[in-house]
């Protein structure tokens, strides 16, 4: 589940703490209206950030917050969308969820600000890999124009394929293997069973007189 605090234009541009509002759930990549209002802010509006925090920042445990900084400035001459580029930054994969204890604090947000650089244009802006940009054609291409983008989390590993023969081959030979050591572990076991046997006398009967 996700919620999305979504901030706007404040009094000053260069302000850095504008207004902000909640949105609905899974606002990043749902359909319908939530396709609706996210390619309305790509192109109406310059929705130039967006911070990925870790589950359960001000919200229930497992809930993500995403925060979204844009302007709203006029129509551009050429008809483009107003949004450029979206850049996002990544509190998520590397920093575990906020607890009673452990809750987020000003230091969370260094790497934030030093990377959002409050005040300067935004070409002074520099990749890494938690801060990345996104160009609008790009995600106005997307499906569902979805904008849960990943940044910052390892990549999954690529999977190398074999001959389904072979997998089957190395499959049997792990079972097989499996069911010797199994059989050896009965065997050993029957063995320091043996004077228990059923003609033998229980080690306990001559107590039990």
């Known amino acids: ?33 939530g396709e609706l209002i996210r390619r309305r802010l790509l192109t109406a509006c310059d929705l130039h950030t967006l911070l990925r925090l870790p589950a359960g920042s ?12 844009f302007e709203k400035p006029g129509p551009r001459p050429d008809g483009r969308p107003s949004t450029k580029h979206l850049w996002v930054h990544d509190m998520r994969s590397h920093r575990p969820a906020p607890t009673k204890s452990t809750p987020l604090v000003g230091a969370d947000f260094e790497d934030f600000v030093s990377a959002y650089r409050p005040g300067r244009p935004r070409n002074e802006r520099v990749e890494s890999r938690l801060f990345q940009s996104f ?8 499906d569902r124009v979805n904008l849960e983008l990943r940044v910052g989390e390892p990549q999954d ?53």
């Open 1 to 33: 589940m996700n919620s999305t605090a979504a901030t706007g234009p404040s009094s000053s541009r260069s302000s850095w703490s504008p207004s902000t509002r909640r949105s609905p759930p899974d606002s990043l990549f749902e359909g319908g209206a």
């Open 58 to 69: 001000f919200y229930a445990t497992g809930v993500k917050t995403n925060v979204l900084f």
């Open 135 to 142: 160009n609008v054609e790009e995600l106005l291409a997307k």
């Open 157 to 209: 590993e690529p999977v190398a394929l074999v001959e389904p023969e072979a997998d089957l081959y190395r499959m049997a030979e792990e079972i097989t293997g499996e069911l010797r050591s199994a059989l050896a572990e009965f065997s050993a076991l029957a063995e320091a069973l043996r004077p228990y046997g059923v003609h033998a006398d229980r080690p306990d009967r001559g107590s039990a007189k």
